[in-house]
């Protein structure tokens, strides 16, 4: 568990984040997302222990990151933006060169190493990393931060820059972790892959947490479903009580604030001899949260 109060960090002239506290339970995935500026990196780095708050406390799994930060880097695996890596090494040498300053055989790297690069479908081929795809650095980068088997993972953007079908295969590999134990918290540009994924997201802004709960509980503050009505009539404008429609791919469409006018509309469409096609509900996305909150 990690719970955070208070929490605040002020750069000269910038305050980063201002007093936010939050709990995010044992084995969840956890998506923090906001406008450029509102405190994500900050707050991913002040858990993963590389940046001291200016006030409050923070403490994951009854540790004070404060007071012993060195004590939480052993559960923690931390993945920044860019995958910085020693690229004139190989994969397997990398991963050696990391599992031994975190106190593991070489038989666990070894057998931890094989583990995630068949988890991860990663080939090395004897290569050198500097002769790796992007997408095959940021595995490296994923599985450098596996290789201790810590419980909790802080990820700042996994999928920045990567092809869709990597993009793809990471997200769904992320989803799984809390099976396997662990917490992960995430920061993501790319929202569907944080509805898709994602069990609770804390909406940022300026420093402040202005939303936090699980996607229903979002939707339910940030506006109700809606419905589009897709139809063919002679003529939808001489349908009465009709709300006012639209033209796509061929037929008019409707679009309904609750599931009452919805039901009314689908019936007059059917008294003036017309044809439904389909009926959709729409909940507000992550990035209409966000432009509803604006900067």
């Known amino acids: 568990m990690i719970q955070a109060e208070a929490l605040s960090k002020e750069y000269p002239g910038v305050l980063a984040l201002d007093h936010i506290s939050f709990t995010f339970n044992e084995r969840e995935i956890i998506g923090v997302i906001?406008?450029?500026?509102?405190?994500?990196?900050?707050?991913l780095k002040i858990l993963a222990g590389l940046v001291t708050p200016t006030s409050g406390s923070l403490r994951v799994q009854g540790i004070d990151v404060g007071a012993d930060p060195h004590r939480i880097k052993a559960l923690i695996g931390y993945l920044p933006e860019e995958s910085r890596l020693y690229e004139t090494m190989k994969a397997d040498a990398y991963l050696s060169f990391f599992g031994e300053i975190y106190g593991l055989t070489s038989r666990q790297i070894r057998e931890r190493s094989?583990?995630?690069?068949?988890?991860?479908?990663?080939?090395?081929?004897?290569?050198?990393?500097?002769?790796?795809?992007?997408?095959?650095?940021r595995k490296v980068a994923i599985a450098r931060s596996l290789l201790h088997d810590p419980s909790l993972l802080i990820y700042d953007e996994p999928t920045s820059g990567l092809d869709p079908m990597t993009s793809r295969f990471i997200i769904s590999y992320l989803k799984h972790l809390p099976e396997k134990g662990k917490t992960v918290v995430l920061s993501a540009h790319n929202l569907s892959q944080v509805e898709a994924i994602c069990d609770r997201v804390m909406?940022?802004?300026?420093?402040?947490?202005?939303?936090?709960?699980?996607?229903?509980?979002?939707?339910?503050?940030?506006?109700?479903?809606?419905?589009?009505?897709?139809?063919?009539?002679?003529?939808?404008?001489?349908?009465?009580?009709?709300?006012?429609?639209?033209?796509?791919?061929?037929?008019?469409?409707v679009r309904v604030d609750s599931v009452d006018a919805m039901n009314a509309a689908t019936a007059a469409i059917a008294s003036a001899g017309g044809s439904i096609e389909r009926v959709e509900s729409h909940f507000p996305s992550l990035e209409e949260m966000l432009v509803h909150i604006g900067q």
């Open 34 to 43: 906001g406008h450029n500026g509102a405190g994500k990196t900050t707050l």
């Open 114 to 137: 094989d583990a995630l690069f068949t988890a991860l479908a990663l080939q090395p081929d004897g290569k050198r990393l500097a002769e790796f795809s992007k997408g095959m650095k």
């Open 203 to 253: 909406i940022l802004r300026r420093g402040r947490i202005v939303a936090m709960g699980s996607m229903h509980e979002l939707r339910k503050q940030f506006g109700s479903i809606s419905y589009s009505i897709w139809f063919t009539a002679e003529r939808p404008g001489d349908i009465r009580d009709l709300p006012p429609y639209t033209t796509e791919a061929g037929y008019a469409v």
